[in-house]
């Protein structure tokens, strides 16, 4: 083993020994270098070799799960726990899960609060919104203002005098569309000319003068 690589082993057990200590639970070579390699900078060669040299130096130890080897704090280090400590470790573990779950829960409504927050306007915008919507509302008051000082209203006589017109209009309007093309023999004397004609129908009415509603996009109001 070259002098850098071996250096490197040795920093590392010093930091897999501390670490597999702390946490007390098992991990395999590629968990623990996940863990630590970010913070440390730890190569997976140099955690690999690492393990085992703990483990050959049984300072820490090792078993086979399959084809997968699975590294661990010896037990015999620490002291022996009795039931009654068990029960203490077990309730404070309650304990703690339920505050970290209530500070999770403070930890959702205060980001929802800054999401709130940070969506609003701020003062400044506040203001300029605010002196934008007085600047339209003048406008407004000015135009209704305009329109009351107005001399040419349309009185209700005049408007109900318009709407007698339309509906007068729009009668003959039908009565004349139905004398014109509606009767029978409007259309047999335009089919029997239009059998012998060489353009189309369109051309044909085109030719003689013949206007319609459609030529005009135009379309009989509701009664």
């Known amino acids: ?52 040299q703990l483990a050959q130096q049984g300072k820490i130890k090792e078993k086979m ?12 280090q620490f002291d022996m726990v009795s039931d009654a400590d068990l029960q203490v470790l077990d309730a404070k573990i309650v304990a703690l899960t339920a505050k970290v779950q209530s500070l999770q829960q403070s ?18 915008e506040m203001q300029k919104e605010i002196q934008e919507l007085k600047k339209e509302c003048a406008g407004y008051t000015e135009r209704l203002k305009n329109i009351k000082a107005a001399t040419n209203h349309v009185t209700p006589e005049e408007k109900e005098q318009v709407y007698r017109a339309r509906q007068r209009y729009c009668k003959e309007w039908r009565k004349r569309k139905r004398m014109g093309f509606v009767s029978c023999q409007a259309t047999e004397l335009f089919d029997a000319i239009l059998e012998g004609y060489p353009k189309s129908k ?19 109001p509701d009664p």
């Open 1 to 52: 083993m070259s002098k850098g690589r071996a250096e490197a082993v040795a920093g590392a057990s010093g930091i897999l020994l501390r670490y597999l200590q702390e946490q007390n639970r098992p991990y395999s070579a590629q968990d623990v270098f996940g863990n630590l390699q970010r913070e440390h900078g730890l190569g997976k060669a140099a955690v690999v070799k690492a393990l085992d």
């Open 65 to 76: 799960y399959g084809k997968q080897k699975i590294y661990f704090a010896d037990q015999e």
């Open 107 to 124: 930890c959702r409504h205060m980001e929802a609060e800054l999401k709130e927050l940070t969506s609003a306007l701020t003062t400044p």
């Open 202 to 220: 369109k051309q044909f009415f085109e030719e003689v003068g013949i206007e319609t509603d459609e030529d005009y996009n135009l379309k009989l």
